[in-house]
């Protein structure tokens, strides 16, 4: 794994350097508070994967202007209004190994300056002058408010299936990688076929990248994933890896699950037992596998492609997202 994010490193730092001084550009016209505030979640440590799949696309479509890092940053701005907006409705404590903002500012000063962000990833979008960009940016934000308030609505439910945690993790995550990647394709000025390619290969990862992310959930701890492992349970999130073995469980094993699901102060060693039966009933091996085959659809995604160093950057990307530890 270390490889592998080392290879990615070396052929995307000049494009990360790049995507930082953007995103600190962007914002420092703006006053002290709200530079202060969104900094504090837009430089905790984030991997900037979203823009870079942006910018890469574009390159792969063989952009040939000087603007991609700007609109990059629209992808990174809405990403980051969410996880402000999230933390506050999760009730959550440490966002990427920090205390999250409503609790270092208030509430308030956390709502708006996620509401800030939105607003500036909308009107970089505009700079654009393509309104299919302006009308994909317009349907994530619309989807990721959806996927919230679907999630929040079903929060604790331990009816909730299969499909229907897919089209949360739709809204909430795989929305914005497509997006990102289908405006790269649309500011290079890509056929119709290369943005349907390539927004079919974000939709793909996007979907992969939040499975994989719900396993973390049950075997990372808090100093390799920045927050406390289980978070999500103790938040009401019923993710894949718990739906399936729900679905697979014979009474009792199932009724022991939901027993320590709703304690919202279950013990380490309940969460261990837990993480136990999920992998007894084969709630991690089958979450691996789905996220294993979303990314084999998002680099066939790739075929249609010349097999050059940008195309091979994505592909490793998404091996990458598969097997990532935090």
């Known amino acids: 794994m270390s490889d592998l994010k080392t290879k990615i490193l070396t052929a995307v730092s000049d494009d990360l350097k790049v995507i930082e001084d953007a995103l600190a550009d962007n914002l420092t016209p703006y006053f002290d508070l709200v530079s202060q505030v969104a900094g504090h979640i837009l430089f905790a440590g984030g991997k900037r994967l979203r823009p870079l799949l942006m910018i890469l696309t574009a390159r792969l479509c063989d952009y040939q202007g000087d603007h991609t890092a700007r609109f990059a940053t629209i992808f990174e701005y809405l990403h980051a209004a969410t996880l402000l907006h999230d933390d506050l409705v999760d009730g959550a404590d440490i966002r990427r190994g920090r205390t999250v903002a409503h609790k270092v500012w208030d509430n308030p000063t956390a709502v708006l300056t996620g509401d800030f962000l939105l607003a500036r990833g909308l009107s970089i979008a505009a700079d654009t002058g393509l309104s299919e960009v302006i009308r994909t940016i317009a349907r994530i934000t619309e989807n990721m408010s959806q996927g919230e308030i679907r999630q929040l609505e079903r929060k604790g439910d331990i009816t909730l299936t299969e499909a229907e945690y897919l089209e949360v993790i ?8 497509e997006g990102a990647c289908r405006t790269g394709a649309l500011v290079a000025g890509a056929s119709a076929d290369k943005v349907a390619a390539l927004t079919d290969y974000g939709y793909q990862l996007g979907l992969a990248f939040q499975m994989a ?8 701890d808090l100093a390799s994933l920045g927050k406390k492992a289980g978070a999500d349970l103790r938040e009401g999130k019923l993710t894949l890896p718990l739906i399936h073995a729900l679905s697979r469980a014979p009474e009792a094993d199932r009724q022991r699950m939901v027993a320590i699901l709703q304690k919202s102060d279950f013990s380490e060693g309940e969460f261990a037992d837990l993480v136990e039966m999920l992998e007894h009933h084969g709630g991690i091996a089958y979450t691996r596998t789905e996220a294993a085959a979303r990314i084999q659809s998002a680099k066939a995604a790739l075929d249609c492609f010349d097999g050059n160093s940008t195309r091979q950057v994505l592909m490793d990307i998404a091996d990458y997202a598969l097997i990532r530890k935090a």
């Open 170 to 177: 739709r809204c909430k995550t795989a929305v914005l990688f």
């Open 213 to 220: 992310d719900d396993l973390l959930d049950y075997t990372q």
